[in-house]
C-alpha cells in the first residue's frame, strides 16, 4: 500500500537533505545569536514579553492536538473513513509537538532548569504546570498510540482505551493552553472562558492543512499515488469538513471581533481597530489564509479537487499563523502601566533570531516526518478498511 | 510579623524621579528596568491640560497573581518577610508568565535589547554569574529573594529594599527617615523623596502612621478592580490613571 509513496525513493532522500541542511543553519544561526547576545537576540521586551517563538510554539502545539482530534475520528467516535489517515496523522501530531517543544525550549531564559524545578515546586496552581504535564502525557499517549496500530491492533481493547485516553489527553492540552491566555483577566483581548473552543476549532482547521498538505506530499501531489479508501476520503469527507472547520474559524473570529470592537475597553476594542484591522500582513491573512479557502471549499466541483486542496492547505497555514501571531502579540501592544513614557501602541517585529526559530521548527517537523514516511508505514489502515471501501472507491475513480 | 506596605502622597510628588535614580543605585539596575519608575500622565489641552505624577513601585500584592501563574515557585510571596513577593533566581525558568499575568507592569526581563547604547553589559561584562557587573555594585545578595545583580534569563523586581528593611528592630509600626536610628533601614525610594511623598510601615499596625494616612487621606489602590490588593496605597488627587489612549494619527 505503501509503494507508491514517493518518501520513500530520491525525492524523500532529496527532502531529507534539504530539510536537515535547513534544520541544522536555523539552529546553528539562533545558537550562535543566543550564545552571543543572550536573549537581547529577540525583538521581545518587558513590555511585549512574548513574541514570535511562543506564537510559533503556539501554532505546533495546537496544529499537533488539532491532528490527535482528527486521529480519534475514526479511534473514538467510529467515523472509519478517516482509518486511512489516523497513523499519518499520529505520526505528524508527534513530530509537530516535538517541534513545537523545540522552539519553546529556546525561547526560555533557562530551559534545563525547568526539569527539576516543575517537579520539584508542584505548582499546581499555574496553568503552565499544567501545559507541561498534559503535553507531556498527549505526547506518551501519541507514541502509545502509534505503538498499538503499528502492531496492528487497530481494534483490540487496549488500543481503544489508548485511543479514548490520547483523545482526553488532547482535550486537556490544549484546553489548558488556551486558558493560559484564557484565564489572564489582567490582559482583557485574551480574557474569554470560551477561548479553549475556539482552541480546538482552529486546532483541527491547523491539523486539517498539515495533514491534506503533507498527504499530498507523500504521494508526489498526485490522487493516482494513493490508495482507494485515502482517495476516497479525499473527494468526500475530509474536504467537507475541512470546509466546515473553516466555517466554524471565521465564525469564531467573527463574533471576537464583534464583541471586541463593540467593547468600550481600549484594551479590547483599540487591539481590533488600532492593531489588527490597521495591520495589511494581518487583513491579508484573514482574506487570503481564511476567507479565500473557505470560499474555495464552499463547492463540491472546486472542494474535491487536488490542486484546490493544496492550495487551501497552504494558505491556511499562512492563514492561522498569522492568527496566532497577532492573538499572542495582541493580548500586549497596549502598553501596560506607562502612561506617557509610552504613549502609543507598542510594535514588534521579530528578529532575525526569532525567525530562524520559526524556520528551525518547521525544518524539524519536515526531517522527522521523511524519516516517519522511510522508517514507518504511515499509509497502512485495518484490513476492514481497505475491503469496505476499496471497491466503491475504485469503482467511483474509474466512473 | 509586620506587613510592609507603603503610602504614596500623590499631591506632593513632584515627578523629580529622584526614588527612581535612588532605586537604580541602591539595586543596580540596568536602564530601563525601573524596578520603580515615575509615570506621568496627561488629559486635556492647553491652557486647561494637567499632568499627572504617578511613581509605581512592585505592588506587593496580598493576592498576587504572579506568583498564581509561576509554574516553578520562583515568585512567591513571603508572610515572613512583610508579604513582599521575591524572585528566586535560582528556580525562574525564564518563562516571563508572571510579566504577563502583572497588571502593573512592574516585571523586567533585563536580559532583552538595551534600552540605550553603549549597552551597560558590554562595558562591564558581568562576572560570578551576574547579567552585569559595574564597578560599584551593592554588596548585599541573596537570589534566593531576587536581591542583587541577577543572572541571565530570569525575571526582576523591586523588593520594597527588604534587605535593608529586614534588619529594622522587630515591631517597628513605621520606617521613617526623618528618625536617625531608623533611616538605613528605609527602603531607598522612600528615604531620597524630597518633597516625603512616600510613607513606609507596618499595615497590620493600626497606630502605625501608614495606616493613619491611609483612613484619614481615603488612601486608594491601583486597579482594585483586579482582586491583586496592593500593600502599596496612594494619596491625593491624580490617582486616577487615565485609559489608554493611541497617538493621534496624521
Redesign the interface.
Known sequence: MNQENIMKGPAGIGLLAISAIVLLASFGYAIASLMSQ???A??????V??GQPIATYLYFALASSGLGLIASLPLVFGFRKFYPVVKRCIFLAFAILISGMAVLALE????F??LW??PL?L?I?????W??VFYLVDLLFLLWKFQKLDAGEWDSKTSKQVGIGSFLAVLLASGNLAL?FGM????PFWLDGLLPIYFYLTAVASGLAALVFFTYLAHGFSRDNMSAPLRNLLEGALPKFFGAVLGGTLLFIAVRAITGMYSNN??IH?VWS?YLFASPVYQASLWLGIVLPFVLMLTGSMRNQAGTQILVAVLVFGGLFAERFFFVVG??V????????E???LSYTPSATEWSLTIMGSALLFTLWVLGERLLNLSAMPPSAVMQEGPAAEAAAHA | MAKWGMVIDLDKCTGCQACTTACAMENNTLP??SWQ?V????QGKYPSAQMKW?P?PCMQCENP?CV???????TYKDMDAGGIVFVDWN???????C????????????????LLEP?LRDIFPGSNGQLWSPPYQNPEQDWKRGIGIQP???VSKCTFCYHKVSKAPAGTPDLDEAIPELKEYVPACVRTCAPKARFFGDLDNPESQVNRLIGDKHGVRL?DH?GNKPQVYYLGAGAG?P?????PRS
Open positions: 543572550g536573549h537581547a529577540f525583538n521581545a521586551t518587558s513590555t514579553p512574548w526560555l531564559g533557562n530551559v532548569r525547568m524545578v516543575i515546586n505548582q496552581q499555574s496553568a503552565m504546570f501545559m507541561g493560559i489572564m483577566s489582567m490582559r481600549p484594551e483599540l488600532e493580548g500586549q497596549i502598553p501596560l502601566f506607562k502612561g506617557t513614557w504613549w502609543d501602541i | 530601563g528596568e519608575d509615570l506621568f500622565y496627561h504617578l509605581r497573581s498564581h501563574v509561576c509554574p516553578t515557585r520562583a528556580k525562574c525558568i525564564g518563562c516571563k508568565y510579566m504577563i499575568a502583572c497588571p502593573y507592569g512592574v516585571r523586567f526581563y533585563a536580559d532583552e535589547k538595551p549597552d541571565a534569563g530570569v486597579k483586579t490613571v485609559a489608554f489612549e493611541p497617538k
